[in-house]
């Protein structure tokens, strides 16, 4: 089974440009989430879906920031404008179920670096 | 708020030095306890899940405890392909599906 895909793997960008990041769920999964990890937060939850609608973006650190889950197959992560600090590795994961007891499975990860 | 505090941040074993990894946690009604393990370059990788106190999980030569404040991966008798780190995440209750990470445990196996 093809686990989680996200593209692109890595993406060099400058300062002020916009980053969009890309996302399959597993098939069958109704719950997907981003998440951005750094050296010194560590994995940090962004945002979740649950049947394609935005459930909790208090993770989201500022309006620069948007997602989007338009069906069960697709879901992006937008930074518009990107700044240097928003340098990270951005995973995405999903989940099957309904009832909280479900095991989130994470992609490989997009490695963003901003100049 | 939930609070996850992972020990060390960093373990070098000699092969076959068994040892533990600590999670102690802060939850409002727990709803699951998570071990996933990371190697560089790549995403977390799901290990196990524990619900309650007193619960045990074992795959190979790991094996995962749980006690009403802390979590315990114990590693016996670690080989070099067992480097990595080591990630550990709650789930709360009234917190529908979102989990709360550690920072990790880097574990480096010797020969």
């Known amino acids: 089974d093809a686990g989680v895909i996200q593209s692109p793997r890595h993406e060099v960008t400058e300062m002020g440009q916009e980053v969009t990041l890309r996302c399959k769920p597993i098939?069958?999964?109704?719950?997907l989430f981003w998440y951005r990890q750094t050296m010194m937060r560590g994995l940090e939850l962004l945002i979740y879906?649950?049947?394609?609608?935005?459930?909790?973006d208090s993770g989201m650190p500022e309006d620069r920031f948007s997602a989007k889950m338009p069906n069960a197959s697709f879901s992006t992560l937008k930074i518009q404008p990107s700044e240097p600090r928003d340098s990270a590795v951005y995973f995405c994961?999903?989940?099957?179920?309904?009832?909280?007891?479900?095991?989130?499975?994470f992609g490989p990860g997009t490695r963003l670096l901003v100049l | 708020e939930d609070q996850v505090t992972q020990s060390p941040e960093a373990l070098r074993l000699q092969e076959g030095e068994s040892s533990s990894l600590n999670c102690s946690y802060t939850?409002?009604?727990?709803?699951?306890l998570f071990w996933y393990r990371q190697d560089p370059g790549k995403g977390p990788e799901f290990l196990f899940t524990?619900?309650?106190a007193g619960e045990e999980k074992e795959k190979e030569r790991l094996k995962a405890t749980l006690t009403k404040k802390e979590s315990f991966l114990h590693i016996t008798a670690p080989k070099p392909e067992d480097s990595a780190t080591y990630l550990c995440?709650?789930?709360?209750?009234?917190?529908?599906?979102?989990?709360?990470f550690g920072t990790g445990t880097q574990l480096k196996v010797e020969l």
């Open positions: 995440a709650v789930r709360a209750g009234g917190g529908g599906n979102k989990l709360t």
């Open positions: 524990l619900y309650s």
């Open positions: 879906f649950n049947n394609n609608v935005p459930i909790d």
């Open positions: 939850v409002s009604g727990l709803r699951g």
């Open positions: 994961a999903s989940s099957k179920g309904g009832d909280g007891q479900e095991t989130q499975y």
């Open positions: 098939s069958g999964h109704n719950s």
